[in-house]
């Protein structure tokens, strides 16, 4: 079975760093683009960007490139989003996501998704 | 990049068809049939309804069904069921080898 398994909530203080976890399983994790979605509060899904774990080719969206940085693990199965320098506007939920197995391009559709992971920033 | 455009909410009572339109361009809806569609219930993960413009995901209900002209894309919910009420999300790829979501459409069941 495909799992996708965020870490947890997180509060943070504006200007503080961060990095958020997402680890597979049940696929061959190296061989599948993973990608991040932001959800603000009442707002809807934004694609941030795309790894795809064996080289580390990666892909933003113009709306997020320099803002986070995307990275994995192909050794422990995990993707990361990290922010150096948080912002009150980055508080939403943040989910990871992949494709259906037997589907490896970056176009491919979301079939997996993790469980999402809340992160506040607040002063 | 713009978010693709969805009607903010559409509303049906329970039996109806409704559809909802997802437009693009010819640089992302147009030009391939990367077209997927994703439930939303509050509070949970988003879940895959359509992908490739109008296949369904195995487990998926037969009265969800895609299609694509130019550079629009549609969700069709056939037989409204109260269960349905959720938001709806399109997504397409782009020619900047990118990923792009459309604004979202609230579901209301009547």
């Known amino acids: 079975e495909v799992q996708l398994v965020q870490s947890g909530a997180e509060v943070k203080k504006p200007g503080e760093s961060l990095k958020i976890s997402c680890k597979g399983s049940?696929?061959?994790?190296?061989?599948?683009?993973i990608g991040w979605v932001r959800q603000m509060p009442g707002k809807g899904l934004e694609w941030m960007g795309s790894?795809?774990?064996?080289?580390?080719?990666?892909r933003y969206s113009p709306s997020f490139q320099g803002q986070v940085t995307i990275s994995a693990d192909k050794s422990i199965s995990t993707a990361y989003l990290q922010w150096s320098s948080l912002k009150a506007s980055d508080t939403a939920m943040y989910y990871c996501?992949?494709?259906?197995?037997?589907?490896?391009?970056?176009?491919?559709?979301?079939?997996?998704w993790g469980q999402g992971t809340l992160v506040t920033v607040a002063s | 990049q713009s978010a693709l455009t969805q009607p903010a909410s559409v509303s049906g009572s329970p039996g109806q068809s409704i559809t909802i339109s997802c437009t693009g361009t010819?640089?992302?809806?147009?030009?391939?049939?990367?077209v997927s569609w994703y439930q939303q219930h509050p509070g949970k993960a988003p879940k895959l309804m359509i992908y490739?413009?109008?296949n369904r995901p195995s487990g998926v209900s037969n009265r969800f069904s895609g299609s694509k002209s130019g550079n629009t894309a549609s969700l069709t919910i056939s037989g409204l069921q109260a269960e349905d009420e959720a938001d709806y999300y399109c997504?397409?790829?782009?020619?900047?080898?990118?990923?792009?979501f459309g604004g979202g459409t609230k579901l209301t069941v009547l």
């Open positions: 996501a992949r494709p259906g197995i037997g589907c490896n391009s970056i176009s491919c559709y979301f079939l997996h």
């Open positions: 049940g696929y061959s994790f190296p061989n599948s683009w």
């Open positions: 790894i795809y774990p064996d080289d580390s080719d990666t």
């Open positions: 010819s640089s992302d809806v147009g030009g391939y049939n990367s």
């Open positions: 490739d413009v109008s």
């Open positions: 997504r397409s790829y782009t020619t900047s080898s990118t990923v792009v």
